[in-house]
Every structure is written in C-alpha cells, then in structure tokens.
C-alpha cells in the first residue's frame, strides 16, 4: 500500500490525465477550474491518498491558504455556531482555519494575532472593534487583510460585517415600553474590552430616555457570560421593592439565567414579569416560556467575513463593510406590564 508521503503531484498528474499546472491550479486557486476537472482531479488525490505539501505551496504562491480568527471565548454558543459557519465556506474555498481565543483581552489577542501571523496566515477575523494599536500596526506593516465582526462601523476604515448593536437594542427597548413597561431593568454583559456590549446598553438608555423613563443604578448589573452569575444578578434585582417588571439582558445565556432565577422566586412569566435575550441561540425557542429575543443571522455574518477575505486575498475590492439586520422575535417570555407595575 503506497503512503501519502510516496505520492507527487506528477502521478496525480498521470491518474487525472492532466498536467501538473492544472493540478496546481486546482490546489491553490479551485474557482479557476470547472466543476468536471475539479471532481477529476479530487478523485484522483483520494484514490492516491496524496497530501498537497503546505510548505512548498505558501513558497511558490506566497499563500498559505490559511485564515485566523480570534474570538473571546469557546464558552458562547453564538461563537460556536459562527465558527462552525465561517470554517464550513471556508472549506469549500481550500482556505484552513486557525482559530485562538482572548479572553476579551486586547493584549491576549495581540499575541494571539502575533503568533498566527508567524505561522503564515493569509487574512484574519477579528471579533469586534477593541483592539491595541500594535495589533493594528502589526497588521498593517505585515500586509495582513482583517475584518470585524459583530460590528457595522461604516464611518471607519477597518471592514466590518454585523448589526447595528446600538439600534437593535433600542428597539428592543422600545418593544417593552410598547407593551406599557416603565420599570425595566438589565442584566448586561461586562462593557470593558466589549464593544458590542456597551453599544447596546447605549441603545437601551436611548430608548429609555426617549420615552421619558430611567435605569436606576441598582437596576444595571454587567455580569460575564454565566449562567450562575446572571442568576446571581437577577436574584439581586428581585430582591429589591419596587423590582423591575422587564429586564432585558446583554444576550441569551444571560437572559436563560434571569428565567431560571425568576422560576425560583415563584415569579410567572410574562404575567409578573418579561424578559428578553439578545442573538436568538436555537435553545430560545424550546425553552418554556420561549424566550423573546433579537434575532441575529449569525452564519451569515461569520460567512460574510470569510467571503470578504477570500474575494480580497484575490485581488477582488469587496464592500468594506456590510450590515445585517437585527429583527425582534417575540415568544412567550414578554407580555403587558403588570397592572401595578
């Protein structure tokens, strides 16, 4: 039996019947030829077992055909889901994916970005707008194409694909007032180092002051991404007299906490109380009372992003930034506000 090792692009060449720079083209750039050839060609590298060399490509291309993301943790299901997206197209284009976290902790992903670039990626995705300015230095001495996600910052001159967090939190907000809500508290994730957080707490204090209301400061707790803790803060919030009739929470596993915590204080839902998450993760929709939430098409933007870098990386000039919208789902967990509220 012949190993991997044994095998040259030459007998690849020989059993597909083609030339070794239809080979090549086919490895480092598969849009450049025909569906027909490509399955020709793809046949014949399972059959031989043949493994490209990655050193001796990123040398005659100056590619790597590697793309790094940084995230701030694996902890989160959006990020999974994203992840998942963004490594599923990225496949389909021969890119391989590299991924680190940081932690929410700019100079951890300063080095994390570091140690990527020393082992040959071509672009990277970053989450958010909250980066050192070495980071952004190195990436631009380096040549490396990157992209926010999460974020539509049209106004800079960094790509950026995701939502206008600042304005989907205000209608999530409004939504509330709308039903006759004028006690809303939150339950928000940690702001320093997370700019997707801190824009949609601007968007619920807009909201709130529009409509001539105000968050107490014992009304605002930031937590991390925990279900304990979010319990921990809700459990603080209906301690209080008067407590807040809506809470809305910085994201779903947030807001999972606050519905737990509310089933434990004998609180029911939406008839004492409504809550509302932030993403839409697939558990939303099963939970009893479902949870009202804003829905974000989370594939599409880490897919965007991934098509961004590779357009880029051909020498196309995609769009710099790209926005996607934030619509409100509304379930089971939100209803009119208490007559005594």
Not at 262 to 281: C, I, K, N, T, Y
Request: contains cysteine.
């Amino acid at each position: 039996m012949r190993t991997s090792r044994a095998v040259g692009i030459r007998e690849v060449a020989r059993l597909a019947g083609v030339s070794t720079a239809s080979i090549s083209r086919a490895l480092n750039n598969p849009a450049s030829v025909s569906a027909e050839l490509r399955a020709r060609i793809d046949a014949a590298i399972e059959e031989l077992g043949y493994i490209p060399d990655a050193a001796a490509r990123a040398l005659s291309s100056r590619r790597t055909r590697t793309i790094g993301a940084i995230i701030p943790t694996v902890d989160n299901a959006m990020f999974a889901r994203g992840i998942e997206a963004l490594q599923h197209y990225l496949s389909a284009q021969g890119y391989l994916l590299l991924l680190a976290t940081s932690g929410y902790d700019p100079e951890v992903e300063y080095t994390q970005a570091q140690n990527m670039i020393s082992r040959g990626i071509d672009g990277l995705i970053l989450r958010g707008d909250v980066h050192t300015p070495g980071l952004r230095r190195l990436l631009a001495a380096q040549r490396i194409p990157f992209v926010n996600v999460g974020v539509y910052h049209p106004d800079k001159p960094y790509a950026s694909v995701g939502a206008d967090n600042e304005t989907a939190a205000r209608r999530a907000c409004e939504f509330l007032i709308g039903l006759g809500h004028r006690h809303i508290g939150v339950v928000a994730a940690i702001g320093r180092h997370n700019d997707r957080a801190s824009a949609r707490v601007r968007g619920i204090r807009a909201a709130l002051q529009a409509g001539g209301l105000e968050l107490p400061p014992q009304w605002y707790i930031e937590v991390p991404y925990k279900l304990d803790d979010a319990r921990q803060a809700a459990r603080a919030l209906f301690g209080r007299r008067p407590h807040p009739t809506a809470v809305i929470c910085g994201n779903d596993v947030l807001a999972y906490g606050v519905l737990l915590e509310a089933e434990r204080q004998g609180l029911q839902l939406p008839r004492d109380l409504s809550v509302m998450g932030f993403d839409d993760l697939e558990w939303s929709r099963h939970l009893r009372p479902s949870l009202t939430t804003m829905h974000l098409p989370t594939d599409e933007v880490w897919t965007r992003a991934g098509e961004y870098l590779v357009r880029t990386l051909a020498g196309a000039s995609p769009p710099l930034h790209h926005e996607v919208d934030a619509t409100l789902v509304v379930r089971e967990s939100t209803g009119p506000a208490p007559a005594a509220g």
